[in-house]
Antibody, heavy 121, light 108 residues
Framework: EVQLLESGGGLVQPGGSPRLSCAAS????????MSWVRQAPGKGLEWLSA????????FYADSLKGRFTISRDNSKNTLYLQMNSLRAEDTAVYYC??????????????WGQGTLVTVSS | EVVLTQSPATLSLSPGERATLSCRAS??????LMWYQQKPGQAPRLLIY???NRATGIPARFSGSGSGTDFTLTISSLEPEDFAVYYC??????????FGGGTKVEIK
């Protein structure tokens, strides 16, 4: 069974730099692209970033303006999102999601339960 | 960026009724359109990929159709567990992968 478990969320000060993690199990992690998607309270879904199975290729939403960095450690079956210069509008539940193939995220076959990041002083 | 517009915003129906949800793209996305279901407090779940293919384990009462700019998700007979928010998502023109704003299917 595919399982994705996010961690690293919580209360963060404006300007903070948390790192989110997503531990994957139940599939060959390196064979699939992975994404981060967020959902602000009461709002819709926003794709943020993706990384190919090998980690060689990364993709970002322009709206992030270079503040977030996606990475993965295939030896640990773990996906990461380094978030910098956080502001109140980054408050959201952050989901990791598994893509259907190795090279491109395309869509989201499986999702973690999400980790809530609250940016507030 | 491809903008997806979902309608209606809210659909009020009774169990057993047919639900028809619409997703319109600002430019053609061919057949590269997905549908997700999200219940309160839960992560989204993939229902349909590439316009009309049901994801693993999705009941046959869910069906998708359309191509180009106009797509439809149909739930043939609503079950109590189908009351949720539904999102469409495109993968033709990316990055970014984009979602629609969602349609809430509520109990009438």
């Amino acid at each position: 069974e595919v399982q994705l478990l996010e961690s690293g969320g919580g209360l963060v000060q404006p300007g903070g730099s948390p790192r989110l993690s997503c531990a994957a199990s139940g599939f060959t992690f390196s064979s699939y692209a992975m994404s981060w998607v967020r959902q602000a309270p009461g709002k819709g879904l926003e794709w943020l970033s993706a990384i190919s199975g090998s980690g060689d290729n990364t993709f970002y939403a322009d709206s992030l303006k270079g503040r977030f960095t996606i990475s993965r450690d295939n030896s640990k079956n773990t996906l990461y999102l380094q978030m910098n210069s956080l502001r109140a509008e980054d408050t959201a539940v952050y989901y990791c999601a598994k893509g259907p193939i190795a090279e491109h995220p395309y869509y989201f076959e499986c999702w973690g339960q999400g980790t809530l990041v609250t940016v507030s002083s | 960026e491809v903008v997806l517009t979902q309608s209606p915003a809210t659909l009020s129906l009774s169990p057993g009724e047919r639900a028809t949800l619409s997703c319109r793209a600002s430019q053609s996305v061919d057949r590269y359109l997905m549908w997700y279901q999200q219940k309160p407090g839960q992560a989204p779940r993939l229902l349909i990929y590439d316009a009309s293919n049901r994801a693993t384990g999705i009941p046959a009462r869910f069906s998708g159709s359309g191509s180009g700019t106009d797509f439809t998700l149909t739930i043939s007979s609503l079950e109590p567990e189908d009351f949720a928010v539904y999102y469409c998502q495109q993968r033709l023109a990316w990055p970014p992968l984009t979602f629609g704003g969602g349609t809430k299917v509520e109990i009438k």
